[in-house]
Structures are given as structure tokens and as C-alpha cells.
């Protein structure tokens, strides 16, 4: 990716052109979508469209965990010394049982790396199915307020809000029920857009 239409820096009147670094899971990286249809895409022909002069870096692997992203994330900075890192992990993390003092240990450590290198810092947040228990689904949303608290990132609460809480949730996802459909990623765009675009300014 890293698309960015001819002359977007021109008629944004600005003098530097914000780089975004997007580091995900399968949620970002397109899973079961067609190529140029997920979220990061997406927003990158927004970007375009609203003549923000900016250049997105998707380097979302599916099944990533954020152990992961904490060992890329390095490299990733050290070549595209991003402006903007928006980091989309730790839903694997449940999925694997993996503890949340582990999860929520790699997510600060990612976003201090983040900032020391210069960048600002959106985390996308994400909750656990029912099923996973009400006392861990709390204190796994809870993990992202208390990592962008403590590290002064913004945060988006839960990306897939009005998605996997809405009242017909299964005609968003694909057959495995994890991963959302084409049609939902206009919806995600919508959740993180607010944020991101203060994280640009």
C-alpha cells in the first residue's frame, strides 16, 4: 500500500506529508476480502479524497499476536519512520489464552517504542465474545484504557462497535464468525476515522 493521489500535498496546503504505520492482525490485513476492500485501504481513498496528504503502511499479518508486533514493530519504524502508528492487535492474544498482563505488557511497550521514535499512537481496541466469560470481557476492554492511559496513546474503546454488538451481528462476519465481511469495513473505517484524523493534525 502507500498509495497516495498526485499533487494530495499541494492541495492540503501543508508542507509534510503525515505516514501512517498500520500494525495488525488478520482484521487489518484483509482476511477472506478481496484486495483494496478492507479498512486500511479504504482509508487510504479517503485520505485521498479529503486531500490529506498522507501515506499508510499496512504491515497487518493475520494471526499476529502483539509478542509479534512488539518484534517487527523495530524494523517497521526504522524503515518507514511513521508519523502516526496505529496498532490492532491482542485479539489473538485471547484467542490463544495467552495472559492479558502479557497482552497489555506488549501493547504499552509497543506504543512507548512508538513515540520514542516520534510517532503519535492510536490504539484500536477490541472485546471478547460472550462466551469468554463477563469478568475476563471486562477486564480485556479494560486493558486498552488502561495501556492508552498510562502511555497517553488515543485510543478507538472497541473497533467493531455497531458491528459485533449490533443486534444482527452474524450478517457482518464471514462463515467462521470471527472475521467481518467486506460490507462491514466502511463501519470499522467510521470507528477509527475520528480519531486517526486527529492523530494526523
Same mark, same amino acid.
Given at each position: ?6 499533487? @494530495? ?43 490529506? @496528504? @498522507?501515506?499508510?503502511? #499496512? ?14 514493530? !523495530? ?6 519512520? !511513521? ?8 485479539? #489473538? ?17 509497543? @506504543? ?16 471478547? !465474545? ?60 467510521? #470507528?477509527?476515522? !475520528? ?7
Amino acid at each position: 500500500m502507500g498509495l497516495n493521489p498526485a499533487g @494530495a500535498a499541494t492541495a492540503a496546503g501543508t508542507k509534510s506529508k503525515a505516514n501512517v504505520l498500520v500494525l495488525g492482525d488478520s482484521l487489518s490485513a484483509e482476511y477472506g476480502l478481496k484486495r483494496g476492500s478492507g479498512w486500511v485501504a479504504l482509508l487510504e481513498q479517503k485520505l485521498g479524497a479529503e486531500k490529506i @496528504a @498522507a501515506t499508510v503502511t #499496512n504491515a497487518s499479518i493475520s494471526g499476529d499476536t502483539t509478542s509479534g508486533g512488539r518484534t517487527r514493530l !523495530p524494523a517497521l519504524l526504522a524503515k518507514h519512520r !511513521p508519523t502516526l502508528v496505529v496498532i490492532e492487535l491482542g485479539a #489473538n492474544d485471547a484467542l490463544r489464552g495467552l495472559p492479558i498482563a502479557l497482552t497489555q505488557d506488549n501493547l504499552t511497550a509497543m @506504543a512507548l517504542l512508538a513515540q520514542k521514535a516520534g510517532a503519535k499512537v492510536l490504539l484500536l481496541g477490541m472485546q471478547m !465474545p460472550p462466551n469468554y466469560g463477563r469478568d475476563y470481557g471486562l477486564r480485556f476492554a479494560d486493558m486498552y484504557a488502561g495501556v492508552a492511559k498510562t502511555t497517553r496513546a488515543a485510543l478507538v474503546p472497541f473497533m467493531l462497535k455497531g458491528i459485533a454488538d449490533a443486534p444482527d451481528s452474524l450478517k457482518w462476519f464471514q462463515a467462521d464468525r470471527i472475521h467481518p465481511k467486506e460490507e462491514a469495513h466502511p463501519l470499522i473505517l467510521a #470507528n477509527v476515522w !475520528p480519531e486517526l484524523k486527529k492523530g494526523l493534525q
